[in-house]
Each structure stands twice: as C-alpha cells, then as structure tokens.
C-alpha cells in the first residue's frame, strides 16, 4: 500500500515476468482495434493524445469526456490477462480500456475516473506493457488534507490498483515526456455497473 491519505493504492512492480510483458506488449499492439477519437478538452474538440480501444462484456457501455464507447468483444489475449488480474485484486471486471502512448507526445491529462457507471469507490486495475513513464497522483483539493503530489515510475509488467476512495480524494496523470521514450501500452480494468 503506498503512502497516500485518503486513498488506497498498491503498486506490484513483477506482476508479470518480462518474457510475458514483452509477448502481450507485442500481441495487443497488433491485435486490438485502435482509434484516435475526438475529445472535448475546456469546450473544443481536439484529438485524443494516445490511441484508444475499450473491451468488454455486452452492455458495459463506457462515457467520459464526450465521448460513449460501446465494448469489443474479449480477445483471447486480454482474457487471459483479466483473469490474472481478477485474481490479483480479488475482484471481477467486466470491462478494459486500453491506451497505446506511441511515444513521449503521447499523454494523459489530469483525471479522475468517478463517471457514474464505475460506482462510488472503483476498483482500477492497470496494466503497463513497454516503455517506462511516469504516473502522477495529486490531491483533487491541494488544501485538505495538505500533502505533497506523488510520481511514480509504471514499469513493464507493473500492476498498480487504485481502489475505495481513492478517486474520490485524487487526480492523476501520464504527462508528456521531452525524453526520448518508446511506446506503452496501458490496460486500465473496471467494473460498469449496468442495469
């Protein structure tokens, strides 16, 4: 458990062996269908800044800044790293929203996934496949209660599981990078609750 107030966040960093990143890293890249969509970021619409995909069981409908996604269908592969995971968290998903940063351009902005159909207290199981980056957390209030900003470092094969109230209370990122970087591939796993 890292040392954050108001939240839980536990980071594996040998959740998968290097030769089994390296495979699926190489597998999903290949095999998932990627798209590069259109957001609304503080009232335009510009293109997303990483490639997205998002898999899942029928009905886990998924909607955040503006845009709806409706799931894949499982692919063999992510399967197979779901139940992994599953067994990991000690919980069940039923959706996986997948995010390619091709290179150091690529980036995440400051967020919190707290859209109505993930619940009150998610639980969020991210993968990172490939190149390392940084993953930033920060307070949502900076004022209560007064505590610093953490950086961690999301190597291949790394687990990392933000759970009870952890969006809540926390913003986080993958920010730009001016170093030179090779791509990442990002799985973040969720529950939707549908009707």
Not at 8 to 26: G, I, K, M, R
Not at 31 to 60: D, M, N, S
Request: net charge positive; charged share 15%.
């Amino acid at each position: 458990m890292l040392p954050l107030p108001a939240a839980e966040v536990l980071l594996d960093t040998e959740f998968l062996p290097a030769p089994l990143a390296e495979q699926l890293l190489t597998e999903l890249t290949t095999g998932i269908a990627w798209r590069q969509e259109p957001i609304k970021l503080f009232g335009k619409q510009v293109l997303q800044p990483r490639l997205t995909a998002w898999y899942g069981a029928a009905g886990a409908q998924y909607s955040y800044s503006g845009l709806t996604w409706q799931p894949l269908p499982w692919t063999p592969a992510l399967q197979r790293l779901r139940g992994q995971v599953e067994a990991a968290c000690h919980t069940s998903f039923n959706s996986v929203l997948l995010n390619l940063y091709r290179d150091g351009q690529d980036s995440m902005g400051w967020h919190a996934d707290n859209e109505p159909e993930l619940g009150a207290a998610p639980v969020i199981a991210s993968v990172s496949l490939g190149a390392t980056r940084r993953f930033r957390l920060r307070p949502r209030d900076p004022q209560r209660p007064p505590h610093e900003p953490l950086t961690l470092e999301l190597a291949s094969g790394s687990l990392l599981v933000m759970r009870g109230p952890t969006q809540q209370h926390w913003l986080h990122a993958v920010p730009k990078t001016a170093r030179p970087v090779g791509s990442r591939l990002n799985l973040t796993f969720r529950r939707i609750i549908t009707a």
